[in-house]
């Protein structure tokens, strides 16, 4: 390999706008992930299985669960040391960033924000230590985009609720020992706390996936289930509710997507450089140039992106908007340049041995799931035009 190559990142010196702490965090989650995760990762993906429970408890021990929430045994980090993080963990496999975030950033979040002081004890410090995983079911088999579509119900009986209903592709569903599970109620929309043994609810799991295979993803089957009336997050009203959930993990996908393409760019460059192809190094044709410079190009502009909006957080300003223009773009952008780095790697690229089709089939999930890239780009018109063109 040509000992004077430049990291893709250090094109626009991108370490230069981190701070001390940052680039350590970074570091940390790195060095993890390189060291415990990455070996297993195409085992994992193989099987479409993880060892959840202990995946868990070691993201727990790393400080990665909920790190930028504050208390309750959180670490109050920065956003931008949160994105980092993301961004590390997906580099090693977006199902591991889809962990961390279903547990730290919607479930944790939306307990931290919209839960009663009891909810607050009872669950966060638990789960920021990986004992307890917590899931969130939005999502339902006719509600993704449109979840103010949702039919999942919940009634009154006396003091306590009765919740029915079914919620779809549910991150952590089967291994949660609690779900956040948003229903429709007399008062409109509403949270609920539900620790998973509730008798009438169930999480069988989805198998047979093409993509997230190092993730867990099931259903929520709520069949009557009965909670007391202090299950319900007493902060949260509306579709504002889930929707502000939507936004802390959104922002760490901004990030996430830009690890996953990092690992393929790296990998693609480091294999130009040792293969020959036509008596001469695959990296040293204008053809394998153009490609991998018109990847850095997007690599480093979508990490610029994820830094100014992770410096918009730290400062309680970044509008929802905003964090569309990062999911939309980085994540598009992210797949783009794992299927063009599987075509660098031949055919090479379509085996677990390189992770560029790895990440390009997680990615279809990541452009899917948090808002679907359409939906992102009817935010960014709506802001745009001040018309909503969702319905
Ligand atoms: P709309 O009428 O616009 O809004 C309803 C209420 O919500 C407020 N709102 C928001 N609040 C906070 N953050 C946001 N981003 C918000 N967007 C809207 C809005 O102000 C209003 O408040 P209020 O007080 O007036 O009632 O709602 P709509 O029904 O027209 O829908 C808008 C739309 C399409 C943008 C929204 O529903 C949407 O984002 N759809 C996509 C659904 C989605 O992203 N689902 C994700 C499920 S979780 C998941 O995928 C986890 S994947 C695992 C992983 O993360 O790794
Ligand atoms: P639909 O909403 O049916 O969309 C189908 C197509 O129609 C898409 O291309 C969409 O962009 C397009 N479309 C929709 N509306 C419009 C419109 N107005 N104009 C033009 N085009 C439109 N959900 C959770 O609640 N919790 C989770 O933990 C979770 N984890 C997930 C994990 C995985 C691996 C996956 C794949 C999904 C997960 N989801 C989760 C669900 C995810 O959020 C939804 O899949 C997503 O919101 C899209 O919903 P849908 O699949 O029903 O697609």
Not at 187 to 209: L, W
Not at 346 to 358: C, D, K, W
Request: proline share 4%; net charge negative; with cysteine.
């Amino acid at each position: 390999m040509n000992t004077s190559s430049v990291h893709p990142f250090d094109l626009v010196d991108v370490d230069g706008l981190l701070s001390d702490e940052e680039r350590e965090i970074q570091r940390t989650v790195r060095a993890l992930g390189e060291r415990e995760l990455r070996p297993h990762v195409a085992r994992w993906f193989e099987e479409g299985a993880i060892p959840a429970r202990e995946l868990a408890r070691t993201l727990g021990k790393l400080g990665v669960l909920g790190m930028h929430l504050e208390g309750y045994g959180c670490a109050g980090t920065s956003a931008v040391a949160y994105g980092l993080a993301c961004l590390e963990l997906e580099a090693v496999d977006s199902g591991l960033r889809s962990l961390v975030s279903v547990q730290g950033s919607l479930a944790m979040y939306a307990i931290r924000t919209y839960g009663s002081e009891e909810q607050k004890q009872r669950w966060l410090p638990g789960m920021a230590a990986g004992e307890s995983i917590g899931c969130f079911g939005l999502t339902e088999p006719d509600a993704g985009s449109d979840p103010g579509a949702m039919r999942t119900n919940a009634r009154r009986d006396g003091s306590d609720w009765i919740l029915n209903g079914t919620k779809m592709w549910i991150t952590n569903a089967s291994v949660a020992d609690v779900a956040v599970v948003w229903a429709r109620t007399e008062d409109g929309v509403r949270g609920f706390v539900v620790p998973a043994g509730t008798p009438g609810f169930s999480a069988p799991e989805i198998r047979r996936k093409l993509s997230l295979r190092a993730s867990v993803t099931g259903e929520l089957v709520l069949e009557d289930v009965r909670l007391p009336a202090d299950a319900v997050l007493p902060q949260a009203r509306g579709l504002s509710g889930p929707l502000g959930c939507l936004n802390e993990a959104r922002f760490g996908i901004v990030f996430g997507a830009i690890g996953a393409a990092r690992d393929c760019l790296e990998a693609a460059i480091s294999y130009a450089s040792e293969r020959t192809v036509f008596g001469r190094s695959l990296a040293s044709y204008q053809l394998t140039q153009q490609k991998l410079a018109d990847m850095a190009v997007e690599l480093d502009k979508g990490m610029l992106l994820a830094l100014r909006l992770g410096r918009l957080k730290d400062e309680g300003r970044l509008r929802p908007e905003q964090v569309s223009v990062g999911k939309l773009n980085n994540v598009r952008e992210a797949i783009a340049i794992a299927r063009e780095c599987r075509t660098v790697l031949g055919a090479n690229g379509i085996t677990l041995e390189y992770p560029a089709l790895r990440h390009a089939n997680n990615l279809e999930s990541v452009l899917t799931y948090e808002g679907t890239s359409e939906v992102h780009s009817l935010v960014i018109g709506k802001a745009l035009t001040g018309e909503a063109a969702f319905r």
